[in-house]
């Protein structure tokens, strides 16, 4: 069983930074894309940024300009950069990897526990 393990949430002012990692616990034949998504209390989860295994990035209008993601392929590792956060970013963040646990399987997707990111006004 794989696991994702997310670290670096916590408390943090208006217009301060955090840093998320999630690494998994084991290895992946192949993981086509790596993601964080957030869910603020009484909304529904939403996608907040994207990278697939060639480098490709997304993000969400709410956030773009301020929050990066990256990835260690090598380590299978994805983080979140977050500047300039806002109390509206405050929610519940949880990494998502969409990939193949080993050759003989299909797509599937994986998710982290979730790490509470909460910016105080």
């Known amino acids: 069983q794989v696991q994702l393990v997310e670290s670096g949430g916590g408390l943090v002012q208006a217009g301060g930074s955090l840093r998320l990692s999630c690494a998994a616990s084991?290895?992946?034949?192949?993981?086509?894309?790596m993601a964080w998504h957030r869910q603020a209390p009484g909304k529904q989860r939403e996608l907040v940024a994207s990278?697939?295994?060639?480098?490709?990035?997304g993000y969400a209008d709410s956030i773009k300009d301020r929050f990066t993601i990256s990835s260690d392929n090598a380590k299978n590792t994805v983080y979140l950069q977050m500047n300039s956060l806002k109390p509206e970013d405050t929610a519940v963040y949880y990494c998502n990897f969409l990939g193949q646990r080993y050759n003989y399987r299909p797509n599937e997707d994986y998710w982290g526990q979730g790490t509470q990111v909460t910016v105080s006004s």
């Open positions: 084991r290895t992946f034949f192949s993981i086509n894309r």
């Open positions: 990278i697939t295994a060639d480098g490709n990035t």
